[in-house]
């Protein structure tokens, strides 16, 4: 009878520790969901910097170095992980001479337009191309010198990238290399967005490649994306990988393995721009483990009674299950406040734009299903910039919350509303009535937005006016190719005086008068 006891105690026992361990297994998988959902936020922070880079110049029109550093200045504290940010403008042949006395200053070595050759770093005076594309302006200057002059279009980590960004009108991702600035640290990627002219058309690849200005490029070391992850007491060693096809490409470290997921080894897929990366979580367990407090039990358990025993671990294996419950109930909580936090803009509560490409993919599975137009607005606020500069960033947050309320005010709840940062907007329109339709919602768009806004309960007086950009779906449209088309229009409606819309393909709006002249001085 008391081995019986000891059997059906131990069982217990063994029943509440495999529970405490998918316990635990439960918490790490949380636990890595919520670093690799933050690793996503710092990775889609960074591309943004390039975002607000490509604004600057566009509402400058000529940027000049001292532009460029007080600029950077203001913004680059904010991104550790960006070791450099460049501008590399498009130089023609007969162009060259001048621009190489331009730099001839600022350069660590006088070899003017320059070319640094893989693997072994040589820096040697860059031939007779008909056109170069070289860094210009770096920050910051100081550790970044060595660069200024090199022809980004001929690095062998750029080649293909760069022209891809510049063809898609998109930012796009390098694979990892040494820096010339720091070969021996840690490994970089480069994000290259273009930047185009103004006046320039920009339906086709080709019209694009000839109106490509030059390129903003952010410098990023990965590995400082992964730091300051907590665990709790669990050690827990992240690893980052590119994927290659089906090779697995290490990032950081330089030596890690890809290995197959397992309880202690949980693996995430982060979006990046024309690239697949995997975040790897590998969990260490210390020594000893469970195991050593067994025989100390079982000697107990020999000298009990078998009807206390049973009792005691019937209890245990109660209040675990209780425990586990709650546990898991508080997990389910948490992921819904996660996914939430995933989904949305923290400003506005507006859906982001994880939810948006969600979204505007089900859309487009149901397009003929649900009739009608399928359109998509892109929303850029005219006047924004000044807002903020005048009046602080609390009152920019303020305009950003109202605008997005007047929006959701204006639209059927068929529709979605988002927000994919700063001051732009994106509205997917399902089922529009033809062209007449779809000219009312976005006159009236243009009209709500470009109202008047109050800052504080009777405060000054602001307003902001919509460029907006409308994109149609057909039959071969997809997610990146509406969004891309309606940020071209948008640019068209900026050129064409802002305040108003215009249709990709078919340009025409509704203007009003520019937001400048409706500010106070």
Request: hydrophobic share 40%; with cysteine.
């Amino acid at each position: 009878m008391g081995a019986l006891g000891a059997l059906v105690a131990f069982s217990a026992y063994r029943y509440g520790m495999d529970m405490e361990r998918k316990l635990r297994a439960s918490e790490f998988e949380r636990l890595t969901h919520v670093q690799s959902q933050h690793v996503q936020r710092l990775l889609e922070h960074s591309t943004q910097l390039l975002r607000a880079y490509r604004g600057f110049f566009l509402a400058s029109g000529t940027v000049d170095r001292q532009q460029f550093e007080r600029f950077s200045r203001e913004v680059l504290g904010n991104y550790p992980e960006a070791f450099a940010i460049h501008w590399a403008p498009r130089v023609a042949e007969p162009d060259r001479a001048r621009f190489e006395r331009d730099i001839a200053a600022f350069q660590a070595k006088p070899l003017g337009i320059f070319d640094a050759h893989a693997p072994t770093g040589n820096q040697l005076r860059a031939p007779p191309r008909g056109v170069y594309y070289p860094i210009r302006y770096s920050e910051p200057l100081e550790r970044n010198r060595g660069v200024i002059g090199l022809d980004t279009l001929e690095r062998p980590y750029s080649q293909d990238v760069t022209r891809a960004a510049a063809q898609v009108g998109d930012q796009r991702i390098t694979s990892v290399f040494p820096l010339i600035q720091d070969p021996d640290g840690p490994l970089a990627v480069a994000v290259y967005q273009p930047v185009y002219r103004m006046d320039a058309p920009l339906v086709t690849t080709v019209q694009r490649w000839e109106a490509l200005d030059g390129y903003l490029i952010l410098l990023l070391r990965p590995s400082l994306l992964l730091g300051e992850m907590s665990f709790g007491d669990a050690r827990v060693d992240a690893r980052l990988y590119e994927m290659q096809g089906e090779t697995a490409v290490p990032i950081y470290p330089r030596d890690a393995s890809l290995q197959p997921p397992s309880a202690g080894i949980v693996q995430h897929v982060l979006e990046v721009p024309g690239r697949k990366w995997v975040v790897e979580f590998v969990v260490e367990q210390p020594g000893g483990g469970p195991a050593t407090s067994i025989q100390p039990l079982l000697l107990m358990l020999s000298l009990l009674s078998f009807t206390a025993m049973l009792l005691f671990y019937l209890a245990r294996s109660q209040r675990s299950a209780v425990a586990l419950r709650r546990a898991n109930g508080e997990l389910v909580v948490r992921q819904k406040e996660l996914d939430g936090l995933a989904h949305y803009d923290a400003l506005t509560g507006l859906p982001n734009r994880l939810l948006l490409r969600e979204r505007m993919r089900l859309a487009l599975a149901g397009r003929h299903r649900l009739g009608g137009q399928l359109a998509v607005c892109v929303i850029d606020l005219d006047g924004f910039k000044y807002v903020n500069d005048h009046f602080g960033h609390q009152a920019g947050d303020q305009v950003l919350r109202v605008v997005a309320r007047r929006i959701l005010a204006l639209l059927r709840s068929s529709d979605t509303v988002a927000r994919l940062g700063g001051d732009e907007f994106v509205v997917l329109l399902v089922g529009t009535d033809g062209k007449t339709g779809l000219e009312e919602v976005t006159g009236r768009l243009v009209q709500g937005i470009g109202q008047p806004i109050e800052l504080n309960a009777g405060g000054q007086i602001v307003a902001v006016s919509a460029s907006i950009g409308v994109a149609l779906a057909d039959g071969t449209s997809s997610v990146d190719s509406l969004i891309r088309e309606a940020d071209s229009a948008m640019y068209d409606a900026k050129a064409a005086g802002k305040g108003c819309y215009r249709i990709f393909g078919q340009g025409q709006g509704q203007a009003q008068k520019p937001v400048a002249e409706r500010l106070p001085e």
